[in-house]
Every structure is written in structure tokens, then in C-alpha cells.
């Protein structure tokens, strides 16, 4: 079974969750529509680590995952607002 940890609540099975899209920063406030086009529908897919949201139904969390999406590894977790902790070495 494949776990997730959810920063609330310690490991749960991945079932428990649901993917909410990369971590992207939004453009400035007055930017064209070819910007925010940019921006809502466009993703450089290009696979590495990457920052991400994820939401835990069974408690309605939202947190942040570092997820290394080439190799499907889950770095660390962390709820938003707060600072990614220190990564662990293998």
C-alpha cells in the first residue's frame, strides 16, 4: 500500500488524498490576458522535484508536498504558511 503523510494526521493510505496541482506563483495584479492564459493553462511538465498541493479528505488539510515526480518520492511534507523542514537524508 502506498503511504502519503499528511502533516496533521501521519501517514494514511494515498487513497485518502487528492492531488491539487503544482505550487506556482500567480503573475502581478493588472497583468495581460496572455499572462494569466500563461499562467492557468500552460505547465513546463518538465520532470524533477516540485513543490505541490495536496488536500487530505478525511480531514479537509490542505498541505504542501516536495515530491520528486521523476522517481514518485514524497521529500516532505508540510502545511502552508509554515516552513518545508529539513530534508532527510537516506
Known sequence: MKLLTCPVNGPRPVSEFVYGGEV?????????????ADHVFNRSGIPGVKIEWWYHMASGTWFHAKRDVTHDRVI???????????????
Not at 24 to 32: H, K, L, M, Q, S
Not at 76 to 90: C, Q, V
Open 76 to 90: 516532505a511534507t508540510w502545511l502552508p504558511g509554515e516552513a518545508p523542514p529539513a530534508e532527510d537524508t537516506p
Open 24 to 36: 506556482r506563483v500567480e503573475p502581478p495584479e493588472g497583468c495581460t490576458d496572455r499572462e494569466w
